[in-house]
Every structure is written in C-alpha cells, then in structure tokens.
C-alpha cells in the first residue's frame, strides 16, 4: 500500500517537473523567435565578410545570449541601409606643356576662369557630367608657387551643368563638410600633400586621382577623364599646407564627346 503523503509527495514531483519542461519549451521559443527576428533582418545585407566579427544575441524575454557566426557580413545591423564602397575609377590621361605665357593669356580673357586660393584654404569646382559629353578635360596653372591638386566623382544624379566653386578653410574641414558630420568607422587622416591625400573622401566619392602638390608654376598641368557614369566631378585645389602664401589660380575646363 502506498501512504496518502507519499502519494502526494509522488504528484507534486511530477506537477514540478511539467511545469519545468513547460517553461524550457516557452523559452526555447522566445529564443527561436528572437533568433529568427534578427536572421531576417541580416538577409537584408549583402557585403563582403569581414574576419573576427561576430553575431551575438541576447533574449529580451530570456536574458540568454547565443552566438550565430563567427565571420558577420559586413553590414550595420542597427541602420536602414549598408555601407557601399565607391567603385575603383578608371585612371585619368594627365601631360603637361610649357606654353605658360599664352595659357595664361588666353585663361585671363575668359569669364570666372582665374581665382586667388588663400593659404590654408581648399578650392573645389565642381563638374557636373554633361549629357552631350564622354569626358571631362582640364587645364591649370599658378603664378610663382605649386599647388595640391587632385580628382574626384560623386555618384549622384546631377540636376544641373552648371560648374560651381566651393572654398573651405582647409582639406579636414572639406572632409567633415562633404561628410555632413557622418561617422565613419576606422577614419582615415586626411594625409600629406607630398605623399598624395587619403582622406575620407575615398570613402564615399570614387578616387580619380590623388592630391599631389603639381608645379604648376613651372608648367600648365593637364588632364582628362572618361565619364564612369552620372554624376558630378570634384576638381580639388589645395593650398592648406600653405601657411604664408595665396596662389593665383588659372584654370580652363571643358568636356568632349
């Protein structure tokens, strides 16, 4: 015979233990669909894997954490959209010629095409792509002193052909205004001039070619480009390492089909 305690002892056991199982099952659940939540948001991304990152997930029903890989595509879980790289730009055709004294001259007579780049400063004209055109051309000098320059393109639909000119106090001040204020991760110094820049600009404008200091007082620099697409092309001239000198900039851009 079994005793009425033992009995009762042998139910309450049994009660303890569905009772068990019932929540282990709820949470499983809970985790799945946590686990299933965030799974669905990371199909949105699509990037190049980037080794050592990894996913972890904390229940907010359960306070159980789980890792779901160890390589993370290369995406920003919290944001509405990924990070794109520029594509890689094709190389530009740049020359030189001596004929200095009648660059100058005929540059001189044109409407808007000399300007005085202050010591500091960062000169960028930008150069709408033009729907009659296959590529952009330039030409440049300076009076008495080099200058930085260098190319780059912003993949965005252009509204107008008009060239307009934009002055900044220096090259890091551009980046922070050309960025307006986005961080940005792992930044990148904007870099010496000598050496060519590296500035964060890479990061959101394709990199035609590099700021370099060009003698351009002793030889007109010139160059060209073949259209990569639509959009509008940044023509930088840089003067920030300048600290005592203004440079008399002439300069002649067109495009041809």
Known sequence: MVSPVRE???????????????????????????????????????GLPRSGDIVMIQSEHTGAVDILSADLESA??????????????APPCIW????????KSKVGKEKNSRLVVKRGEVVTIRVPTHPEGKRVCWEFATDDYDIGFGVYFDWTPVTSTDITVQVS????????????????????????????????????????M??????????????????????????????SYSLLRNKTLYFHIYYTS
């Open 8 to 46: 009762d002892a042998t139910e309450d056991q049994q009660k303890a233990a569905g009772a068990m199982e019932a929540q282990g099952s709820v949470e499983q659940e809970l985790l799945s669909a946590d686990q299933a939540q965030v799974l669905s948001k990371m199909a949105k991304y699509h």
């Open 76 to 89: 920003d879980l919290l944001g509405d959209h990924r990070r794109v790289s520029p594509p890689l730009m």
């Open 96 to 103: 030189t010629f001596a004929k200095m004294k009648e660059f």
């Open 169 to 208: 106090d220096s090259s890091e001040d551009e980046d922070e205004d050309e960025e307006e204020e986005e961080e940005i991760e792992d930044p990148v110094p904007a870099g010496d001039v000598e050496r060519g820049s590296r500035s964060s600009l890479r990061g959101r404008y394709g990199e035609v």
């Open 210 to 239: 590099p700021v370099y200091r060009r003698d351009s007082h002793r030889d007109v620099q010139a160059g060209s480009h073949d259209y990569p697409g639509e959009g509008i092309y940044l023509l930088k001239f840089d003067n």
